[in-house]
T-cell receptor, first 115, second 112 residues
Framework: GAGVSQTPSNKVTEKGKYVELRCDPI?????LYWYRQSLGQGPEFLIY????????DSGLPNDRFFAVRPEGSVSTLKIQRTERGDSAVYLC?????????????FGEGSRLTVL | GNSVTQMEGPVTLSEEAFLTINCTYT??????LFWYVQYPGEGLQLLLK?????DKGSNKGFEATYRKETTSFHLEKGSVQVSDSAVYFC???????????FGTGTRLQVFP
């Protein structure tokens, strides 16, 4: 009964580099969400998967951000040409049923620092 | 658009004090409302929820009532403990989407 697992827990990179953040949801959870949390702010929605497909990617800030979930389980958030403003904690959550009636289970996040 | 406003922290209380953390929302339609909590070193977890007007969510001694007339969902606890020290987030979801919209969070510090 492991929870949502995110790796790496911390990532420091240089401006312009490419970054991948991984999320391993709770087994059997079909819905997966990515959020971004900047310092002193609440989590901000990025993208939602139902199974393998992105059901809603309206929160992705620009085309440098992309996420995949090829087998309907693990998801990877990919950030190209990182900028200092991308520094934040990236949160992944999964749920058994479609929200909002379902409960979201969050991982501890991946803290990204872009120098 | 939909939004959530919650009181700024930190809120500092002595053990056994009464807690209120205010949350108001703006939304079209009838959203579901949530309180999530983040304990130090842990991920966000659902504390309680209410899906329609006048519903009361409760868990671990915390309560919040969905007040449509005042568009509020204030979090209360009668007697806080040191272990309640955490950051509390109010959130809503539009029943037409799957997105949670969070407030900025309120840090609660309880001292013995």
């Amino acid at each position: 009964g492991a929870g949502v697992s995110q790796t790496p827990s911390n990532k420091v990179t240089e401006k312009g580099k490419y970054v991948e953040l991984r999320c391993d949801p709770i087994s059997g959870h079909t819905a997966l969400y990515w959020y971004r949390q900047s310092l002193g702010q609440g989590p901000e929605f990025l993208i939602y998967f139902q199974g393998t497909g992105a059901a809603d990617d309206s929160g992705l800030p620009n085309d440098r951000f992309f996420a995949v979930r090829p087998e309907g389980s693990v998801s990877t958030l990919k950030i190209q040409r990182t900028e200092r403003g991308d520094s934040a904690v990236y949160l992944c959550a999964s749920s058994l049923n479609r929200a909002p009636t379902g409960e979201l289970f969050f991982g501890e996040g991946s803290r990204l620092t872009v120098l | 658009g939909n939004s959530v406003t919650q009181m700024e922290g930190p809120v500092t209380l002595s053990e056994e004090a009464f807690l209120t953390i205010n949350c108001t929302y703006t939304a079209t339609g009838y959203p579901s409302l949530f309180w999530y909590v983040q304990y130090p070193g842990e991920g966000l977890q659902l504390l309680l929820k209410a899906t329609k007007a006048d519903d009361k969510g409760s868990n671990k001694g915390f309560e919040a009532t969905y007040r449509k007339e005042t568009t509020s969902f204030h979090l209360e606890k009668g007697s806080v403990q040191v272990s309640d020290s955490a950051v509390y987030f109010c959130a809503l979801s539009d029943n037409n989407t799957d997105k949670l919209i969070f407030g900025t969070g309120t840090r609660l510090q309880v001292f013995p």
